[in-house]
């Protein structure tokens, strides 16, 4: 039997952890410590705003590996690798390509909420979401 890429199981995975009915959604998450930095390592369900744009989900995995953090935010079909991506405190900081140029995302992470900017040319971007350990 032939195996699935990750790139084609991954949205089916990401559909799958987050169709879950409201009354599963409603559970309290576990608190993460961010003591070090592989503790912000899972999947994330961000939500940007502006003024003068629609509110927008995507989606953001971060991964520790051998060189260090690393990511993705995911936007239905379209991949955006986070760049230098790393911690100041409880501040995750990375760089991203967007179609506008490039943007810099700038998230605090806490057990119950995730919240920040991303700033790509003038426009800053509100940033709010969750954690999926």
């Given at each position: 039997?032939?195996?699935?890429?990750?790139?084609?199981?991954?949205?089916?995975?990401?559909?799958?952890?987050?169709?879950?009915?409201?009354?599963?959604?409603?559970?309290?998450l576990p608190?993460?410590?961010?003591?070090?930095p592989s503790a912000a390592v899972g999947i994330y369900r961000l939500t940007l705003t502006a003024k003068n744009r629609?509110?927008?989900?995507?989606?953001?995995?971060l991964r520790d590996t051998d060189q260090g953090?690393?990511?993705?935010?995911?936007?239905g079909p379209k991949e955006f690798t986070l760049l230098n991506a790393r911690f100041d405190g409880h501040v995750f900081l990375a760089t991203i390509m967007t179609s506008e140029g490039a943007g810099?995302?700038?998230?605090?992470?806490?057990?119950?909420?995730?919240?920040?900017?991303?700033?790509?040319?003038r426009d800053a971007l509100a940033v709010v979401g969750e954690h999926f350990p």
């Open positions: 039997m032939r195996s699935l890429p990750v790139r084609l199981l991954l949205p089916v995975l990401l559909f799958a952890s987050f169709a879950a009915p409201s009354s599963a959604r409603a559970l309290p608190a993460i410590s961010l003591d070090a629609a509110p927008k989900t995507l989606h953001m995995i953090l690393s990511g993705v935010l995911l936007d810099e995302l700038s998230l605090t992470l806490s057990p119950e909420i995730v919240s920040g900017t991303l700033n790509v040319g």
